[in-house]
């Protein structure tokens, strides 16, 4: 059973443009939610990440928005660029320090 | 500085042998995890070492999977008698917290 649903699967944005990235969860006991970002034949790398006592984080062009009792989460990129042409994921970590990952959004910045 | 690194970076094996795959986690990180990525998968937890200790070994598919992290550093991941549906990447990642993981770039395994 998939601890975390993500959707879409794949997104193509035009360069300028916004990308939104969702994602939802059952497991109240969740305590923190992180975003990573994945090119090919590398490691994810932290983007940004948010807790739940929190509705919305910002840093540079990336914003999470956290809607706690709906069990959602959403990454947002604004101005996307070419070079944000990745995977995506989202994950969430419950109170035994194991985290769960979504199944990835692959994203396509169109110059 | 370094960042994790993993050893080897591929590897290729027949079915039924012994692999071990390593890892050397940005130095000073207590926190240690592996994970296994299938294509088009996200990551799949399977455990997390905090120190020298397995502090969370439930994603370990059989007890065909070992990891070991002896002196709170360097850590490996075994797996015996390889079978076809082990093939995937395995990630490593370290942190000074759980809070911020560091990913290392992954070895691939194939099991012919």
């Known amino acids: 059973q998939q601890q975390v649903k993500q959707s879409p699967q794949s997104l193509i944005v035009q360069k300028g443009g916004i990308s939104i990235i969702n994602c939802a969860y059952e497991n109240t006991a969740f305590d923190y939610f992180p975003w990573y970002q994945q090119f090919p034949g590398k490691g994810p790398a932290l983007l940004i990440a948010?807790?739940?006592?929190?509705s919305e984080k910002k840093e540079g062009r990336f914003t999470i928005s956290f809607n706690k009792s709906a069990k959602q989460f959403s990454l947002h990129i604004m101005d996307s660029q070419p070079g944000d042409s990745a995977t995506y994921f989202c994950a969430a970590r419950d109170t035994g320090n194991q985290f769960y990952f979504g199944t990835g959004t692959s994203l396509t910045v169109i110059p | 500085g370094a960042g994790v690194s993993q050893t080897p970076s591929n590897k290729v094996t027949e079915k039924g042998k012994y692999v071990e795959l390593r890892c050397d986690p940005i130095?000073?990180?207590?926190?240690l995890y592996w994970y296994r990525q299938s294509l088009g998968q996200g990551p799949e937890f399977l455990i997390y070492f905090q120190g020298t200790g397995a502090a969370d070994d439930s994603g370990l598919p059989n007890d065909r999977f070992f990891a070991v992290r002896p002196e709170g550093s360097v850590s490996t991941l075994k797996i015996q008698r390889t079978e076809r549906g082990d093939s995937a990447v395995y990630l490593c990642?370290?942190?000074?917290?759980?809070?911020?993981?560091?990913f290392g770039p992954g070895t691939r395994l194939t099991v012919l």
């Open positions: 990642a370290s942190g000074a917290s759980t809070d911020t993981q560091y």
């Open positions: 948010i807790r739940p006592d929190v």
């Open positions: 130095s000073g990180h207590t926190a």
